[in-house]
């Protein structure tokens, strides 16, 4: 299983990112999907899920209505669109599926 993501970077306050995540070793469509971030000196916490199927999507009520989540079986690859992004969205982004995790992509919100 490898989950590699990309598209972290620095951006203001209010700006937008788009994440990826590339997923190979197992069969993508099968396996619900999720992101997760650590701050600076804080614990994980769990940002979003999808469905295998993209069917339904979760989000921590702080991410609610800037965020999307979303996913291209035929790609193998997992989305996470930010918006209206805050300085406590600041942090290390990761892909998660059951048992695995990547290496995560930093995201700083920062003017």
């Known amino acids: 299983v490898q989950l590699v993501e990309s598209g972290g970077g620095l951006v203001q306050p209010g700006g937008s990112l788009r994440l990826s995540c590339a997923a190979s070793?197992?069969?993508?469509?099968?396996?619900?999907m999720s992101w997760v971030r650590q701050a600076p000196g804080k614990g994980l916490e769990w940002v979003s899920t999808?469905?295998?199927?993209?069917?339904?999507?979760y989000y921590v009520d702080s991410v609610k209505g800037r965020f999307t989540i979303s996913r291209d079986n035929a790609k193998n690859t997992l989305y996470l669109q930010m918006n209206s992004l805050k300085s406590e969205d600041t942090a290390m982004y990761s892909c998660?599926?059951?048992?695995?995790w990547g290496q995560g992509t930093q995201v700083t919100v920062s003017s």
């Open positions: 998660r599926r059951c048992g695995y």
């Open positions: 070793g197992f069969t993508f469509s099968s396996y619900t």
């Open positions: 999808i469905y295998s199927d993209g069917s339904n999507t």
